[in-house]
């Protein structure tokens, strides 16, 4: 819910005007940035590794390469190769899935990020929790400040446990919220135990300002919905990202760093989770949300 | 400050009391000596009836005098003689009547208002020095008539954007109605609409205030050297009283303006005895300007505020005076998507009672409330509405006891029944899916129990002393939250009906020196001690309607400040330019600040996001002040210093508190070219508050992480602005009594782009490429007001 009530006092701000200004910031010491995940999906699972820089570097992250990287599930352990063609990417080989009730735990061994002439060694885990499946889906074309977007309304059981949710949308399999501020997240305090019949969980832009290309749906395309189950510390990892990532001053404090689940005072998260999906065709003639007004 | 010893406090208290009263006594033994009697009344504007505050009363053969209370009621003891008294009151004629004491005598005042400004007024010295002869510092007055003329955004008169003019007062963001007197935070400030705590003064998101400058009579800010008669926050009082209403004829005001419209009418039910006034405001910009919209669904928005404001006062007979005023407004706010609703309302009802002629007694009921709601349209899966709401029950009794001219007693209790509501959210409608989410109310009593006096111990030097006792308890049906030192909840206790589960006390002495080193010149200083029981759960820098107050408990201290003031006032050109230059001090304690990432809503822990630390102010405040002329107006600099230290921010290291401003500049000059056309002028120019800016970055799923510096290491830009209005009156009319006025005026004059956040973004385009990016609000704005005077 108190997605919805960002979103409605966003939309009750008489908004100000914008320009760019030129600030000088300090620069500060070089930390290790991890990006990476095991999920419930047999696939190949990557970890990006990249270092701080100053805010205003303007170039590509710096990669870090030749890590030895791991993820162990306690008995196994997978080795993640890194990427001939991605510096700073590693991955598992295609046949690799994390299972539900596990933790697992990222090492990352061999680097020396701080230039100190010392290897260092850093960890993270995270455990996948379990998802309930999704009954349907439904879409609706509707306006959204000054866009069109198409609503994506879910019908779904929410078990009595606790959950914290990702809501992410891909169409005809091309994943169209890749970028971290573009998730929905979730927690179901307010829902717990309930059948979400019909509740708003995410849109795809159709047009208008903030249209983007690879969000644009047509009649015919697959719309498919994925509510992945994520940990409570990886739900407040996605929170803070996303307050921060544009900052109010009316509605927040002052800004701080994000968590991290890196040990070793790294930045980024190594975050398992499991997913579950439904589909559903764009229809010609798409339903039309009108609230009554 | 846990109560343990109780009953041993409660002793030494009566003792103190005792002691005070004794004090007193000993002067009434000149009594029996020679024979003395109270000339006591009101003082009153000749025009309209309306008590006037703090208007001087001197007598001249002794060279000595007071001043009227909030009610305009004044007593002076003195011994059987022939006196000329001389009553003086800024804007007024001077008033001088010979009097013949030989039994105690009633007497009311009414001045003529001194419209022809500027013309020779004949008036001796000694009355005009009332800023050096008063023992009273820090403290800062204006009259609705001086604020009427402060240029103000799109041409709302606004009580407290001209606060935010005085010195040590600074603007906690752009056009907001938040303020912060000497360092303190913005809800260190108690705010009292006749006597009724306003707990949130804003409207619109706090580009204006609640207050409805034709309703308001008197308004006083007190930054320190607050009286023992108040307590309950920490570093300011701003004390507004509201209009009794014309008891000499009906008459009206009204103004229509570029967003909203006025009207007040006031007059007499019964001539002399009763007399009422109403007013109110309603701002039209959805009615003007949303039907002409491009997008169908911007123009069903709604997006208005009003204000009520009405009082009627009854004179019983010579003792007996009875008040009731009332408040209520609202802002609501409504779209495709969501409704938004929040306003005050206050209820005030006064008994004033001369027990004797010297002894003044007001007794009040106070009701005060605030609330809001926050929804989506009904019918659907994910339609809720969350509701939160306050409410305060206040007794009080104040009694003020004019011993003699030498010494003025205040004494009394008051009592406030705190009943916050801090929110329920739910789903509407029978497809709604969301449970109820509610957080538990929460119930408290205030005490509060002061004695003060104020004593001129030689001719030369006044000594004024006070001691207020207060106390805060928790009552049941309560919950409280106990917290291990890692914030983890350790231990829920629920409480029944009644229980008294926590509690706590303090002693606030306030004390006040004022040595008169000559005619023009004195030195003055101060010290008190202020206690605050309830916060605010604010931790944006601009504040919003969705902000809820909470109370002490076990985890969260009461905050303690102790402040310490000195200043020399002196005055020129015969009292026609007055300079003061005050020092403070400011040692608090348990200050409340919020962890990193703090979730303040719908939280029901929202204990575990709370840190409490120390903090210290210290500052210089230099003002001038020409008050009467054709030139009026104040040029006012502060320089200070405000640091917090809080255990688990910014590593334990001091930082500098949100609204620390180091230098801070404003003037107000208003220039009547003739008698119909004013022009007034503000400049406000003050350091950038101090902000956290990113020094690093971390790539993560396409955004940037950001890495931040210390807390407040950077600062904004500087903030300055200028305001400008013009006043053309009517021309004053014999045979109609209808004066119309026009007000042009123009808010941020040379249209500079005042930073009002700035952001840190990824470019759009080129995804390696983060900017900074500032957003300001107003830009240059002009309005016009039409206001009308019947």
Redesign the interface.
Known sequence: ??K??N???T???LA????????K????YK?L?V?GCITTDTTKHRV?L?T??????????PPVTGADVRISDGSKVFLLAESATEPGVYETTADVYGEIGKTYILSIANVDVNDDKEIELYTAESRINPVSPIDSIKLFYT?LGPDSVFAI?VYAQDPPTTEFYVFKASINGVLAH????DLWIQDD????????????SQFLFQSGPTKRPEEHVAPGDIVTFERNSITKDYY?FL???Q?????????????????SNVSNGA???FSAYSIARCNRVVPAKPWILD??? | MKMKNYTAMRIRFLFFILLLFNSGNGFSGDEKAVKRFTVSGHVKDQSNGETLISATIYVKELATGTVTNEYGFFALSLPAGTYTLEISYLGYKNITRTIQLQQNLTVSFEMPPDIQEMQEVEITAEKKNKNIVNNEMSVDKLQSKQIKEIPALLGEVDVIKAIQLLPGVQTI?EGSNGYSVRGGSSDQNLILLDEATVYNSSHL?GFFSVFNNDAVKDVTLYKGDIPAQYGGRLSSLLDIRMKEGNAKKFAGTGGIGTISSRLTLEGPILKDNTSFIVSGRRTYADKLFLPFARDE?VR?NKLYFYDFNGKINHTIDENNRLYFSGYSGRDF?K????E?GFGNRTLTGRWNHLFSKKLFNNLSLIYGRYDYS?G???????S?I?LSKMEDFTGKNDVVWYLNPANTIHFGYSVTYHKFDPGK?K?VGE?S???E?KLRKNYSYEHGIYAANNQKLTSKLTFKYGLRFSMFQNAGPGVEYRYNTDHTLADTIKYGNNVIFNEYFGFEPRAGLNYVLTDNASLKASYSRTIQYVHLAQ??????PLDIWFPSSATVKPQFCDQYAAGIFRNFRDHTIETSIELYYKDMKNVID?K???NL??NKYMEQELRFGTAYSYGSEFLIRKSSGDLSGWISYTLSKTRRKILEINGGREYPA?YDKPHNVSVVINYDFSKRVTVSSTFVYATGNP?????????????F?????D??A?RM?DYHRMDLSLIIRGKTNSIKSWRGEHVISFYNVYNR?N???????QDENDP??????????F?ILPAYTYNFYF
């Not at chain 1, 990532?245 to 701080?256: E, T, V």
């Not at chain 2, 390696?768 to 609000?777: D, G, M």
Request: charged residues 15%; contains cysteine.
């Open positions: 819910m108190k919805y009530i979103i409605i006092i939309t009750l701000i100000g005007c914008t320009e760019r200004i030129d600030i910031v300090d620069n500060t930390r940035v990006d990006k990249t701080t820089s100053d805010y205003f570097y303007n170039q590509p992250s306006a309304m890749e970028k971290a501020t305090v307010l829902f717990n135990g309930n059948y979400t019949n019909g509740i708003w407040s929170a803070e990202l307050s921060n990532a544009y900052y109010n001053p009316i509605f927040r404090g002052p800004p701080a760093n994000t968590r930045i980024g998260y609230y009554p007004y | 963001s998101l669904t069903k706010y779209n495709k998507w969501a938004m926050l989506t349209p009904k019918g659907e899966a994910n809720f969350w959210a789903g497809s899916i969301f449970n989410l931790n944006s820098t601009a504040g919003t919020f990193d990432n703090a809503l719908l949100p902000v956290t800016f990113p020094v690093g970055r971390a790539e993560y799923q396409g955004v992480l950001k890495v931040y510096s807390r407040n950077y830009p782009h930073a009002w956040s700035i952001n840190f973004v390696n490429v983060t900017y900074a990016e500032k957003s300001y609000i830009p």
